[in-house]
């Protein structure tokens, strides 16, 4: 019993150092970049120049930073991700 509750309270105590060394990590790396919009993780093409909520889905809006810029952050599209087919359903040439 009393293994268990040490246990808990490192698990607790390690959690809660693990989150608060990456807002600080985070705190740091947005004082020093410039952000130049703000997006939805699940709906790309939304951009705005403020903080708030997705249109969309509702989820919170976050910053897309300078740096940022040199990956892709072209949204996806039908054309650019295909859907994935099984193997004999649904492929051309097989009727059902």
Not at 45 to 64: I, N, Q
Not at 81 to 93: I, T
Request: with cysteine.
């Amino acid at each position: 019993m009393i293994l268990t509750v040490i246990l808990a309270a490192v698990f607790v105590g390690g959690a809660r150092w693990s989150a608060s060394s990456r807002a600080l990590a985070a705190d740091g790396a947005a004082a020093t970049q410039k952000i130049l919009y703000y997006t939805c993780p699940m709906h790309p093409s939304v951009r705005a120049d403020k903080p708030g909520d997705c249109p969309e889905c509702g989820m919170h809006l976050v910053p897309v930073y300078a740096t940022s810029q040199t990956t892709n952050t072209t949204p996806a599209t039908a054309e650019t991700n295909a859907p994935a087919m099984l193997p004999g359903c649904c492929s051309p040439g097989n009727s059902h």
